[in-house]
């Protein structure tokens, strides 16, 4: 396993630096839950914004480590909150999501003056990429 490069940040960024469907698995009393969410990556991370409430942030409360897979690529995480969408130290990574996931993010179906719409912060550890035929095994 390789330490994420140059060359694999690039494709990372390139694939899911912006506004990207990916696969995100929790679990809760030893029983796997996945769904689709709108993430975006930057610098190791994926970041979704959700509610405080939902299922997949009472299960990572309760174990922060998950799975995501998207575009020929699959990782492992550690995920946690970084709180209020709106919250002062929240302004430079909710500046990038507000414009990765600009066409639909004033749709209505977010409240931005409830403070339970948070900031989901995925911090990759491990993962396998592929891209143009080769497989790179990448540790964060």
């Known amino acids: 396993m390789e330490k994420l490069n140059e060359k694999t940040e690039r494709i990372l960024t390139e694939r899911f630096g912006k ?26 991370a ?12 009472r299960h990572i409360e309760k174990n ?3 799975a995501v897979s998207g575009e020929w690529f699959t990782a492992h995480g550690k995920a946690y909150s970084l709180g209020y969408y709106g ?4 302004v430079s990574i909710a500046a990038k999501l507000k414009q990765a996931f ?8 977010m409240d931005f ?8 912060c995925i911090r990759l550890t491990e993962g396998i990429l592929f891209s143009e ?8």
């Open 87 to 90: 919250k002062e130290e929240n």
């Open 19 to 44: 506004d990207t469907l990916i696969a995100l698995a929790t679990s809760e009393n030893n029983v796997p839950y996945v769904r689709n969410v709108n993430a975006f990556y930057s610098d190791g």
């Open 113 to 120: 003056d409830d403070e339970n719409t948070c900031i989901l």
């Open 46 to 57: 994926f970041y979704v914004i959700t509610h405080a409430q939902s299922n997949k942030m």
């Open 102 to 109: 600009s066409e639909w993010i004033e749709n209505g179906h």
């Open 133 to 140: 035929g080769v497989r790179y095994e990448i540790a964060f």
């Open 64 to 66: 922060p480590l998950v």
